[in-house]
């Protein structure tokens, strides 16, 4: 029997870094950007991203077969996927996130192992205690930070435009909006509804010139706030994405506290994260998500949608359920 085993689902998650790294160096060259315009032989395309000759035919051809671009007749393009979400010049580009992956994440999760042992994050914080208020002091940073949040925000966003019965209420707020990739999606959807993108001070430009770039401004508005020490606005919808999980269990039943006293009867509270399974051995990306955390933040992990259900409850919502949105991203409702 154990002559029959093999090494490859071992060797498969080993060697994931290649792949991984393969890829975030494409999307930082401007591969897929490059291809949106023409597809291209592997000369022209080499000479258009300045690379060496050595390797260069390796690594269009390792893209080709971890089937992020095409070949036929010498030929290089974009797949479906990657020409849509890899583009930049496309309004779906999603790779803000994955150039903040390269840059910041990969070289941080090189001490992923002191992080276990200490608890530790080990991002720019290290041995200081950077919040998100130190990180946005510089002002080129916390755009790189902001926009990235919109790519990956965007397709759970759809998902709960077409999923929530929105036609029962009338205004809602994005607290820890970013950019405001949420709110624009579900108003855009929704065109009697009016938003709110909650988030610091010095985000608002950044929010203003994304919200205006859809001609939203009449119904998407920014409100700065400091949400552990103001009030949340008060509308019909409070929305957390991707907000709960930067914080401690403490923090956390805090925010759903405030949520539950800004909310009128039968409002509701949407937390959406990537979930980890409630018998927690699923969902991959929630599971390697909550470890991020521990890189990103002091006290933040991701969590079950049992465990976020449990937490509405003691801050006071009757009704709980739990829906798929989009890939490993799920929402948690809570009505009052
Ligand atoms: C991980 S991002 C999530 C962004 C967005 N909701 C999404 O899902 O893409 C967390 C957001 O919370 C905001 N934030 C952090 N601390 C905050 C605070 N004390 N008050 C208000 N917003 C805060 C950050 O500025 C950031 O936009």
């Known amino acids: 029997m154990a002559n029959d085993l093999m090494p490859d689902h071992i060797m498969a998650v080993a060697f994931g870094f290649w792949s991984a790294k393969t890829l975030l160096t494409a999307v930082e060259l401007g591969v897929f950007t490059e291809l949106a315009k023409e597809p291209m032989d592997a000369e022209e395309l080499r000479n258009r991203l300045g690379l060496h000759p050595r390797s260069a035919r390796d690594f269009f051809d390792a893209l080709v077969a971890m089937r992020m671009l095409e070949r036929q007749n010498d030929r290089y393009s974009n797949t479906a996927e990657t020409d849509l979400f890899l583009d930049k010049a496309k309004p779906g580009y999603l790779g803000g996130l994955l150039e903040m992956a390269n840059v910041r994440m990969y070289p941080h999760w090189c001490s992923f192992t002191e992080a276990l042992h200490t608890g530790l994050p080990q991002n720019e914080s290290k041995g200081g205690g950077a919040t998100f208020a130190d990180m946005y002091a510089d002002r080129e940073r916390m755009r790189i930070f902001l926009k990235s949040m919109t790519g990956h925000s965007i397709p759970p966003a759809k998902a709960m435009?077409?999923?929530?019965?929105?036609?029962?209420?009338?205004?809602?707020?994005?607290?820890?909006t970013a950019e405001g990739g949420l709110p624009v999606q579900i108003a855009l959807a929704h065109p009697h509804l009016t938003a709110i993108g909650f988030d610091l001070a010095p985000v608002a430009p950044v929010?203003?010139?994304?919200?205006?770039?859809?001609?939203?401004?009449?119904?998407?508005?920014?409100?700065?706030?400091?949400?552990?020490?103001?009030?949340?606005?008060?509308?019909?919808?409070?929305?957390?994405?991707?907000?709960?999980?930067?914080?401690?269990?403490?923090?956390?039943?805090?925010?759903?506290?405030?949520?539950?006293?800004?909310?009128?009867?039968?409002?509701?509270?949407?937390?959406?994260?990537?979930?980890?399974?409630?018998?927690?051995?699923?969902?991959?990306?929630?599971?390697?998500?909550?470890?991020?955390?521990?890189?990103?933040?002091?006290?933040?992990?991701?969590?079950?949608?049992?465990?976020?259900?449990?937490?509405?409850?003691?801050?006071?919502?009757?009704?709980?359920?739990?829906?798929?949105?989009?890939?490993?991203?799920?929402?948690?409702?809570?009505?009052?």
């Open 161 to 176: 435009a077409a999923k929530f019965p929105w036609r029962d209420y009338r205004s809602l707020a994005d607290i820890g």
């Open 207 to 336: 929010f203003e010139e994304y919200v205006d770039s859809f001609g939203l401004r009449d119904r998407v508005r920014f409100q700065s706030g400091d949400f552990f020490k103001d009030p949340l606005p008060r509308v019909d919808v409070l929305v957390f994405g991707h907000v709960l999980h930067n914080w401690n269990i403490q923090e956390r039943g805090m925010l759903l506290a405030k949520a539950y006293e800004a909310l009128p009867n039968k409002g509701a509270v949407i937390v959406y994260e990537a979930l980890i399974d409630n018998e927690r051995r699923e969902n991959v990306f929630g599971l390697l998500m909550s470890l991020h955390m521990l890189i990103e933040t002091k006290g933040g992990a991701n969590f079950t949608g049992a465990e976020c259900s449990e937490w509405m409850r003691e801050a006071g919502f009757s009704d709980t359920r739990i829906e798929h949105l989009a890939g490993p991203e799920y929402m948690v409702v809570g009505i009052k």
